[in-house]
């Protein structure tokens, strides 16, 4: 009798085990996207707009979004245009609206970090194949908005 009293406790703490699961992690499906659109930059107290500005996202190995902006030229004075990649954004996907943010992110052109124009308050927002987003880089404030590429 007494085995089966030990039997049947042990037989309750398994199951109870069992049933308590930790809560199911959810992992974001985002899709990596391009976008082409307007960013605009704040310089010497005037916006300069540059059209047709590509921005691609995509999720990284570990996690976050990696943002690269391609062929910007942010002021006029800028003798050349440059790619610029901005790692470790984090984010959020919730009822098809992706969120995502960051904050004191040093930028790369290649493989060259860019410290002089440190990302500070990243924000964005991605929903229904529009993009909207605002940040610094350094003391610039900058916004971009786009739509997605057709693929």
């Given at each position: 009798?007494?085995?089966?009293?030990?039997?049947?406790?042990?037989?309750?703490?398994?199951?109870?085990?069992?049933?308590?699961?930790?809560?199911?992690?959810?992992?974001?499906?985002?899709?990596?996207?391009?976008?082409?659109?307007?960013?605009?930059?704040?310089?010497q107290g005037e916006n300069?707009?540059?059209?047709?500005?590509?921005?691609?996202?995509?999720?990284?190995?570990?996690?976050?979004?990696?943002?690269?902006?391609?062929?910007?030229?942010?002021?006029?004075?800028?003798?050349?245009?440059?790619?610029?990649?901005?790692?470790?954004?984090?984010?959020?996907?919730?009822?098809?609206?992706?969120?995502?943010?960051?904050?004191?992110?040093?930028?790369?052109?290649?493989?060259?970090?860019?410290?002089?124009?440190?990302?500070?308050?990243?924000?964005?927002?991605?929903?229904?194949?529009?993009?909207?987003?605002?940040?610094?880089?350094?003391?610039?404030?900058?916004?971009?908005?786009?739509?997605?590429?057709?693929?």
């Amino acid at each position: 009798m007494k085995a089966i009293k030990i039997l049947a406790a042990t037989a309750l703490v398994a199951f109870a085990a069992i049933s308590c699961k930790e809560d199911e992690v959810v992992t974001p499906s985002y899709d990596n996207g391009a976008y082409v659109g307007v960013m605009s930059v704040e310089y010497q107290g005037e916006n300069y707009d540059n059209e047709n500005i590509q921005v691609n996202m995509a999720v990284a190995e570990d996690g976050t979004l990696t943002m690269d902006i391609k062929q910007i030229k942010f002021v006029p004075q800028m003798p050349v245009t440059v790619d610029i990649t901005v790692p470790g954004i984090a984010y959020n996907e919730k009822d098809g609206v992706v969120t995502f943010s960051g904050d004191n992110i040093v930028p790369l052109t290649g493989v060259k970090p860019v410290e002089r124009y440190l990302v500070t308050g990243l924000t964005g927002r991605i929903e229904d194949g529009h993009i909207e987003i605002s940040l610094n880089f350094g003391s610039f404030p900058t916004s971009y908005a786009g739509d997605t590429i057709a693929r």
